[in-house]
C-alpha cells in the first residue's frame, strides 16, 4: 500500500479559496469512491470533513467541498478562515480491505 | 452521544508487547466498524488495521502478523495486541469508527490517543 501523494502545504489569505489535491493510482482514487478527507489542529483527534469523495457530516460547513478526477481527488475550502489553519489529510479505500492516507498538508491561512 | 476512550500505551522495549484497549459508549462495537489509526511524532496518519462488524479483521501491510485487533462485545471495547515492536510503531494510536451513519472507510468518531513509544 503507498501512501497517496498530498502537496507539504498550501496557503491563503483570509477570505479566498484554497485547493488541496491528493493523488493515487487506479487500484484506490480511481476505482473508488470511498474518499474521505480529515482535519487536524495540533494535538487533536483528527475531524472527519468530507467522506465519499464529496459528502459532508452534519456540522461542517459547506465551505468545504471535495471532488474527484480520475486517480486525483480534491479539496477545495472557500471562504477561508482562520480556524481552517490545520492539517488536512485525504484517505481512500484501495481494494482488498484495505485503506491508505494521504502523507498531510499543511494549510496557512496568511 | 458516542465516546471512545484509549487506553494502554506506555514505553516498552524493542521487541516486547503491549494491548492497547478502546472503550466504547453511546454504541455497540458489535454491529460497528472498528479501526485503529496511528500518527508518529511529527508525522502522518497511518492506517493500523479495522474490524468488521461481522469481526472479520484486516490490517496494513506492515502491522500484519505482528498486530492483532479483537473487541469483546460484553464489554463494548476493542483492543489492539502488538507484538514484535520496533521503534518505528512509537506513535498516537486512535481507535475510530465511522458509527451508524456513514460508510465504513469513513471514520466520524475518535477518541483522544494513547501514546506508544518503543524504547530501550
Known amino acids: 500500500q503507498s501512501a497517496l501523494t498530498q502537496p507539504p502545504s498550501a496557503s491563503g489569505s483570509p477570505g479566498q479559496s484554497v485547493t488541496i489535491s491528493c493523488t493515487g493510482t487506479?487500484?484506490?482514487?480511481?476505482?473508488?469512491?470511498?474518499v474521505s478527507w480529515y482535519q487536524q489542529h495540533p494535538g487533536k483527534a483528527p475531524r472527519l470533513m468530507i467522506y465519499?469523495?464529496?459528502g459532508r457530516p452534519s456540522g461542517v460547513p459547506d465551505r468545504f467541498s471535495g471532488s474527484k478526477s480520475g486517480n486525483t481527488a480534491s479539496l477545495t475550502v472557500s471562504g477561508l478562515q482562520a480556524e481552517d489553519e490545520a492539517d488536512y489529510y485525504c484517505?481512500?479505500?484501495?481494494?482488498?480491505?484495505?485503506?491508505?492516507f494521504g502523507g498531510g498538508t499543511k494549510l496557512t491561512v496568511l | 452521544e458516542v465516546h471512545l476512550v484509549e487506553s494502554g500505551g506506555g514505553v516498552v522495549q524493542p521487541g516486547g508487547s503491549l494491548r492497547l484497549s478502546c472503550a466504547a459508549s453511546?454504541?455497540?462495537?458489535?454491529?460497528?466498524?472498528m479501526t485503529w489509526v496511528r500518527q508518529a511524532p511529527g508525522k502522518g496518519l497511518e492506517w493500523v488495521s479495522l474490524?468488521?462488524?461481522?469481526?472479520?479483521?484486516t490490517y496494513a501491510d506492515s502491522m500484519r502478523g505482528r498486530f492483532t485487533i479483537s473487541r469483546d462485545n460484553s464489554k463494548n471495547m476493542l483492543y489492539l495486541q502488538m507484538n514484535s515492536l520496533r521503534a518505528e510503531d512509537t506513535a498516537i494510536y486512535y481507535c475510530?469508527?465511522?458509527?451508524?451513519?456513514?460508510?465504513?472507510?469513513?471514520?466520524?468518531?475518535w477518541g483522544q490517543g494513547t501514546l506508544v513509544t518503543v524504547s530501550s
Open positions: 475510530a469508527t465511522p458509527g451508524e451513519h456513514f460508510p465504513i472507510w469513513a471514520f466520524h468518531y
Open positions: 453511546g454504541f455497540a462495537v458489535s454491529s460497528n466498524y
Open positions: 474490524i468488521y462488524g461481522s469481526g472479520v479483521p
Open positions: 487506479s487500484s484506490d482514487i480511481g476505482a473508488h469512491n470511498y
Open positions: 465519499e469523495v464529496t
Open positions: 484517505t481512500s479505500y484501495a481494494g482488498n480491505k484495505n485503506m491508505v
